[in-house]
């Protein structure tokens, strides 16, 4: 699938704010996530990260060797650069920990550069499976990441767990296919 410039316009606005019921497409992917510390904080996290990764796929020239990174918060960029580099001070332990937790997830993934995980937001990199859809609080220390994979059960979705992890994650289910009428009572609840 690839993303276009509405699509990237309108995912911008789902990071930033909570879509409306009415928008939403016949089904939704879901991720359920466990988080240590509470759930609202963690929601925060993603999206402070997912928010300046899906406005460059809107606003970068991909065609450049490095993209700015003006705007990712510092913890996700020193998580990217992993423990060789002198940075770990500067990584904050819920990091740390999501980044073990991707490794094991994962079978053993190794860490995403921070520009390789960027470059997947390009307009035109097909391998990106997905578009952020919202994020509910399940419980004290549950999270359900909701996301439009298009209908698919089965999509290019490593990029999203390296920031659902890092941004501390401890474990994650998923994805499932979801009726977003699921999302909708989880976000009315919320209210």
Do not use: N
Not at 5 to 27: Q, Y
Not at 137 to 153: M, Y
């Amino acid at each position: 699938m690839m993303h276009t410039s509405d699509s990237l316009a309108a995912e911008h606005r789902h990071v930033r704010e909570r879509p409306d019921t009415d928008a939403a497409p016949p089904v939704l992917s879901l991720f359920v996530v466990d988080v240590e510390g509470d759930a609202g904080a963690y929601v925060e996290r993603l999206r402070s990260v997912l928010a300046p990764a899906v406005r460059l796929g809107r606003t970068a020239d991909f065609e450049q060797e490095s993209l700015p990174v003006d705007g990712i918060p510092g913890w996700f960029a020193a998580v990217a650069s992993g423990s060789d580099s002198g940075d770990e001070e500067r990584t904050p332990q819920f990091a740390r920990a999501g980044r073990e937790a991707y490794a094991v997830h994962t079978g053993g993934g190794r860490p995403w550069d921070l520009q390789d995980w960027l470059y997947r937001f390009d307009p035109d990199e097909d391998s990106r499976g997905w578009e952020w859809w919202d994020a509910t609080v399940a419980g004290p220390s549950r999270v359900h990441v909701w996301v439009d994979s298009w209908g698919e059960s089965f999509f290019g979705c490593q990029d999203l767990l390296w920031a659902v992890f890092t941004a501390g994650a401890l474990r994650v289910e998923g994805p499932t296919v979801q009726k977003a009428a699921v999302w909708s009572a989880q976000r009315d609840a919320a209210r």
